[in-house]
């Protein structure tokens, strides 16, 4: 079973930049479909960006051109890019590991946006 741990996480003032990490324990994205997924309080978790085994990227609309998602193999690790930051984007965000049927979730790393 493959462990994932999610770091990066803090406040930042809207309009800053911060860069999440996930660490995996073993190497799995030629296999795995990575994705980040965040939950606001009192809202249900949603994707926000995702990478699969090919290399191809998704994002939901409300962070398309502020968010970026990459991967460096050789660290197994993902990364979540995310500039322009509102209060809106304040949540939980999970990292995410998928390859049907299996899927595994870090525990989370709290992003709170406020001035």
């Known amino acids: 079973q493959v462990q994932l741990v999610e770091s990066g996480g803090g406040l930042v003032q809207p309009g800053g930049s911060l860069r999440l990490s996930c660490a995996a324990s073993?190497?799995?994205?030629?296999?795995?479909?990575m994705g980040w997924y965040r939950q606001a309080p009192g809202k249900e978790r949603e994707l926000v960006a995702s990478?699969?085994?090919?290399?191809?990227?998704n994002y939901a609309d409300s962070v398309k051109g502020r968010f970026t998602i990459s991967r460096d193999n050789a660290k197994n690790t993902v990364y979540l890019q995310m500039n322009s930051l509102k209060p809106e984007d304040t949540a939980v965000y999970y990292c995410?590991?998928?390859?049907?049927?299996?899927?595994?979730w870090g525990k989370g790393t709290l992003v709170t946006v406020s001035s």
């Open positions: 995410n590991a998928k390859t049907t049927p299996l899927t595994t």
């Open positions: 990478i699969t085994n090919g290399g191809a990227t």
């Open positions: 073993r190497n799995i994205f030629s296999r795995y479909t």
